[in-house]
């Protein structure tokens, strides 16, 4: 599951909302433990993922970089290229 949680600072165009929501709805899967919450802690799972996503919302807002900010196109070519060569697709 970490696998999915992308790096989401200091790129061009900036990351979205959604973009957010979904690396926290990763991070709390994994340290809970599940995929689908059970009925009992479906609120205390999506309370933990809205947390999670404002946080990590104001912490790249308040993130400074020096670097010039990175093309998403050519990151996720990249990408591509590491898991053709990792999984020989």
Known sequence: MCRNIRTLFNFEPPVTE???LAASL?????????NQPSKAN???FNAAVADIARISGRLLDSMESASAPK???EEAVKA???AAQRYGT
């Open 80 to 82: 591509r290229a590491r």
């Open 26 to 34: 990763q991070y709390v899967r994994k340290i809970s433990g599940f």
């Open 71 to 73: 093309n998403r196109e």
């Open 42 to 44: 479906e609120a205390a």
């Open 18 to 20: 959604d973009e957010v």
